[in-house]
């Protein structure tokens, strides 16, 4: 089962919005709306910051948002800020996965 | 709060076994799906296995399969991994996590190190 595609690096200025596309295909991404955006700063575990395409866990802020279009989804991240810099993981289920990653985006802020 | 406490990695050699232990506080397992993620370098994130909260059905990803066994005892509130026939791919830092929704994992521990290596 190959790895949802993530763009290796992305870059913004504070206050700036950013998208990172996580493409997939009609098997996994495509197929079911069990699409998850993970952050992890170095050196620690993983947050779920949004799930079933679009929902935010309660103390997420308002700023990540998800959504999905095809076998392609997106995370925005609205007025971008310092702490905002980290790494960041999509997940989407699959039957034969059952659960795949993409690669990993380094979200990096100017 | 709820809280997941791995323990068990080490260093083993190539077609050595290890069992990976997953502590809960805050919650109990028996109410839970749990799984394993692991993390490499090079590979970034990678299912490895799973549990539904009644413990009715178990996943595999594809390349564990046949290798690994996923289980929990409720009375200690406790997940396991079993992991057998072990290659040096195989070395990476296990996390277990708990679900929170289908596959979406709300509760992570810090994170257990194999390394397999003679």
């Known amino acids: 089962q190959s790895a949802l595609t993530q763009p290796a690096s992305v870059s913004g200025s504070p206050g700036q919005s950013i998208t990172i596309s996580c493409t997939g295909t009609?098997?996994?991404?495509?197929?079911?709306?069990?699409v998850s955006w993970f952050q992890q700063y170095p050196g620690k575990a993983p947050k779920l910051m949004i799930f079933?395409?679009?929902v935010r866990p309660s103390g997420v802020s308002s700023r990540f948002s998800g959504s999905k279009f095809d076998n392609s989804a997106s995370l925005t991240i609205s007025g971008l800020q310092a702490e905002d810099e980290a790494d960041y993981y999509c997940?989407?289920?699959?039957?034969?996965?059952?659960?795949?990653f993409g690669g990993g985006t380094k979200l990096t802020v100017l | 709060q709820r809280q997941l406490v791995e323990s068990g990695g080490g260093v083993v050699q190539p077609g050595g076994s290890l069992r990976l232990s997953c502590a809960a506080s805050?919650?109990?397992?028996?109410?839970?799906?749990m799984h394993w993620v692991r993390q490499t370098p090079g590979k970034g994130l990678q299912y490895v296995a799973g549990?539904?909260?009644?413990?009715?059905?178990?996943y595999y990803a594809e390349s564990m399969e046949g290798r690994v066994t996923i289980s929990r005892d409720t009375s200690k509130n406790t997940l396991y991994l079993q992991m057998n026939s072990l290659r040096g791919d195989d070395t990476a830092l296990y996390y277990c996590?708990?679900?929170?929704?289908?596959?979406?994992?709300?509760?992570w521990g810090q994170g257990t190190m194999v390394t397999v290596s003679s």
């Open positions: 996590a708990r679900d929170a929704k289908y596959f979406s994992f709300d509760v």
């Open positions: 805050g919650f109990a397992l028996s109410t839970s799906g």
């Open positions: 549990m539904d909260y009644d413990g009715g059905r178990t």
């Open positions: 009609s098997s996994d991404v495509g197929a079911y709306n069990f």
């Open positions: 079933d395409v679009s």
């Open positions: 997940s989407s289920y699959t039957p034969s996965g059952p659960l795949i």
